[in-house]
């Protein structure tokens, strides 16, 4: 079953089970870098989102 994940209220990808991990498949440019990356649950997806999310804003600035 397909899994939305959102960073701050806002739906960035889905998580889809495959060969016994979560792959992520992006669905929001800031989040482009890490689709197909894969992640043992969606707490560490989510954790793996706000870390590259953070970094692009402080590249940013």
Known sequence: MKQV????GI?????I???GCL???AVKYDV????GR???SA???REA?????????????
């Open 11 to 15: 739906p960035v990808g889905v998580l």
């Open 38 to 40: 894969r992640f043992s």
């Open 32 to 35: 482009m870098e890490l689709d």
């Open 5 to 8: 994940v959102e960073y701050q």
């Open 49 to 61: 989102i706000r870390a590259h999310v953070t970094q692009r804003v402080a590249l940013a600035a």
């Open 17 to 19: 089970p495959r060969d």
């Open 43 to 45: 707490a560490e997806a």
């Open 23 to 25: 792959a992520f498949m």
